[in-house]
């Protein structure tokens, strides 16, 4: 079943508004080693939650989530996404996969080995909570479906895969992560990751290195969260966590970081607005290969 598309536009005065952005990556000029923020006034807009980018394996896609702050008080988190048409991305719109069956939508990851978008899907006391997924057409979204594994249960978030198909996924109920093997297209147990601290993780595309947010080490009175990277050992066992450093980490707290398909760019959450609320922070992928350097040839 194809759930048609609303459209993105729906009067001259809304195309005006919008400004003409083509290319890749929203038409954003690309970030060095410095993060910068991504798509100011577009995106990430004042007054609004911004977090979890995913782009899809052709980066003619793109879905994030949204938290909007009404009198202080935070709403129910969403999925917003846009795509390319006509060599020009399209204003961003709420997705609703689920037709507000399920009250949050939120962390959404583009499969890089199927044509998928999976989610998180919560609402209280419902047992179909966990994370969904659709199937994304031209002509608009297939019915979104519970992914139906015997362990998604749960408030399960952050689910995300390599290229090679293992599943990681953060249990948010423990604030621990988990790993399950893809053995000839079947998932085994979910097993805890064998890492000191994280939760929020993502796996990079060649599953090289993985990415989590935790508190930060430095300074035990500071309560912000910074992003750290743990590195693959040759015996597939996980590095010691090393932080990200200043390119990314500041006095705010950093989280929900992505690498994009080609594995060029790292996303990230920064709450670093008077309110609290975040927006989405993008950087060169080479701070990560700096520190794999210095780990690795030290």
């Known amino acids: 079943m194809l759930i048609a598309i609303t459209p993105m536009v729906t009067n001259a005065n809304e195309i005006a508004s919008f400004p003409n952005l083509q290319g890749s990556w929203f038409g954003q000029k690309t970030p060095g080693l410095i993060a910068e923020p991504f798509a100011p006034n577009t995106v990430s807009i004042e007054g609004r939650y911004e977090f979890g980018v995913s782009f899809s394996q052709d980066l003619k ?10 009198e202080g008080v935070d709403t129910d988190p969403q999925i917003y996404y846009s795509k390319v048409e006509n060599n020009q991305w399209t204003k961003p719109q709420r997705a609703n996969f689920t037709n507000s069956k ?8 583009a499969s890089l080995n199927e044509n998928r978008v999976y989610f998180t899907g919560r609402k209280p006391d419902s047992k179909d909570s966990g994370v969904w997924y659709v199937t994304p057409s031209k002509g608009g979204f297939s019915e979104a479906k519970r992914y139906e594994l015997p362990y998604n249960d749960g408030r399960l978030s952050d689910m995300n895969q390599g290229l090679n198909g293992d599943l990681i996924f953060t249990n ?10 893809n053995k000839n297209g079947e998932f085994q147990v979910p097993k805890p990751m064998d890492i000191e601290f994280g939760i929020h993780g993502f796996i990079s595309p060649d599953e090289d290195y993985l990415l989590v947010n935790a508190r930060s080490q430095d300074n035990k009175d500071r309560k912000d969260h910074d992003i750290f990277v743990y590195f693959k050992e040759k015996d597939g066992s996980w590095s010691k966590p090393i ?9 705010h707290t950093e989280s929900v970081a992505r690498i994009t398909p080609d594995g060029k760019f790292l996303f990230f959450g920064r709450y670093n607005e008077p309110s ?4 989405i922070y993008w950087v060169s992928t ?3 290969h700096e520190l794999k350097k210095q780990y690795f040839y030290k």
């Open 61 to 70: 896609e793109m879905y994030f989530t949204t938290l909007d702050i009404i």
């Open 102 to 109: 399920m009250a949050y939508e939120l962390t959404p990851h």
């Open 172 to 181: 948010m109920s423990e604030r621990k992560m988990y790993y399950a093997k």
């Open 243 to 251: 932080n990200l450093g200043l390119a990314v980490n500041t006095q």
């Open 276 to 279: 609290g609320a975040s927006n």
């Open 286 to 288: 080479q701070v990560v």
